[in-house]
């Protein structure tokens, strides 16, 4: 069983790498983009039975740092 | 005054924090990642700068949920105090021990400069031997550095008294300037600056002694 956890930093939170990727792309010629902000998925390969309420627990409590990031979790 | 130093896997700072709390009178003891208990009579816990883990995940992310963590939280709730530099201050507020946490710097760079600190209060026994006001010349060597909290947070610092230092001319975006913060009880000390690294006149500087003194002065006298 797999679960697929995306990590982004929250809204207000700076992000200078994804303000630095901005930059590049348009310094490369493409035009119109707006913003960027980067983020981490991290795949996970789960025993059977694992549940998304386990899969949240890890992000609460090691895969994400919610003072400055919010987590999505995929399963399946 | 006993001082245990924390040694995680890619801590580069142990041994020059274990000098400088031994140059300022204190024996100090290394404590490894994997052990699960401070040694007896300890009073102060010192988390050293480095790459813990490689800074995977995050900094300190890793480091905070090693075993000797769980006793290092449980000596700051008793009131015991805890000094984390650079990736050790990256550590303690990935711990919760202190509010907060420190992104990547707002260059996108790696900064190895010595830099002025201005102390903003002298009432800890970290800061005890400066004057609030003074000016100190203190190196930074660092890639996350840049001190994020809610406004909430950075206002309630403010108000309490718990910034310690700022850069007089911030090098990494932090936000309110800020270096280093305390506890609300005023005995757990994050910063990324180091101190350790200015605490021998050979070493170019000497700004960092008088925190290292304070320390020892304050936590070897006598209880009143």
Redesign the interface.
């Known amino acids: 069983m797999k679960a697929r956890v995306h990590v982004m930093l929250k809204n207000g939170?700076?992000d200078?790498?994804g303000e630095?990727v901005r930059h590049a792309l348009g310094a490369m010629g493409f035009e119109g983009v707006n913003g960027v902000r980067q983020g981490k998925v991290i795949e996970l390969d789960l025993a059977e039975g694992a549940t998304e309420a386990d899969v949240t627990a890890m992000c609460e409590?090691?895969?994400a740092?919610t003072?400055?990031e919010s987590y999505t979790v995929e399963m399946g | 005054m006993h001082a245990a130093v924390v040694v995680f896997p890619g801590s580069n700072c142990d041994r020059d924090l274990a000098v400088a709390f031994e140059a300022a009178g204190a024996k100090v003891s290394k404590v490894w990642h994997k052990d699960t208990e401070i040694p007896q009579g300890v009073d102060i816990i010192g988390i050293p700068g480095g790459f813990s883990f490689g800074d995977y995940l995050r900094c300190g992310a890793i480091a905070a949920k090693s075993p000797i963590c769980g006793s290092v939280a449980a000596h700051a709730q008793r009131g015991g105090y805890v000094l984390g530099i650079c990736n050790g201050f990256q550590v303690l507020t990935e711990t919760g021990l202190l509010p907060g946490v420190l992104l990547r710097n707002a260059g996108l760079k790696y900064i190895c400069k010595t830099v002025g600190l201005k102390v903003e209060t002298s009432a800890s026994a970290y800061t005890e031997g400066y004057n609030a006001g003074d000016t100190v010349n203190i190196p930074i060597a660092h890639h996350d550095g840049n001190y994020f909290a809610d406004d909430e947070t950075i206002a309630r610092l403010q108000g309490e008294d718990r910034v310690a230092f700022t850069y007089t001319e911030t090098p990494n975006g932090a936000k309110a300037d800020i270096a280093g913060i305390l506890s609300d009880n005023r005995r757990v000390l994050g910063l990324m600056p180091h101190p350790e690294r200015a605490a021998d006149a050979d070493h170019g500087g000497t700004d960092g002694q008088a925190l290292f003194r304070a320390l020892t002065g304050a936590l070897s006298a006598p209880v009143t």
Do not use: R
């Open positions: 939170v700076l200078p790498q630095a409590k090691l895969l740092n003072v400055i």
